[in-house]
């Protein structure tokens, strides 16, 4: 059996932690000079980790905004039988 995971840094927290790369929720962010990310439709795309996408889901809510949708598989391996994991 193949499976493939990403692993990265939470853009929100910093934490280090794997996660499908088709699937994990994102942000696109630059960078100020102290290395603090930013909103920026034209930056990187950064993952976010799943304790802060809950996090911030449950802060979106309290302030009558969607929460962003989270795929089950998100923070799981992508198996040989998905053909995204052909990159
Ligand atoms: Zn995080």
Redesign the pocket.
């Known amino acids: 059996m193949e499976w493939m995971m990403a692993i990265g840094g939470?853009v929100?927290?910093g934490?280090v932690f794997a996660f499908n790369p088709n699937r994990v929720p994102s942000l696109r962010v630059r960078r100020d000079d102290q290395g603090v990310p930013y909103p920026a439709p034209d930056g990187v795309t950064e993952p976010?980790?799943e304790?802060?996408v809950h996090r911030l889901n449950a802060l979106r809510q309290q302030n009558g905004l969607d929460p962003w949708p989270v795929w089950a598989d998100a923070y799981a391996p992508v198996g040989s039988d998905d053909p995204r994991a052909e990159m």
């Open positions: 939470c929100s927290c934490r976010v980790c304790p802060c």
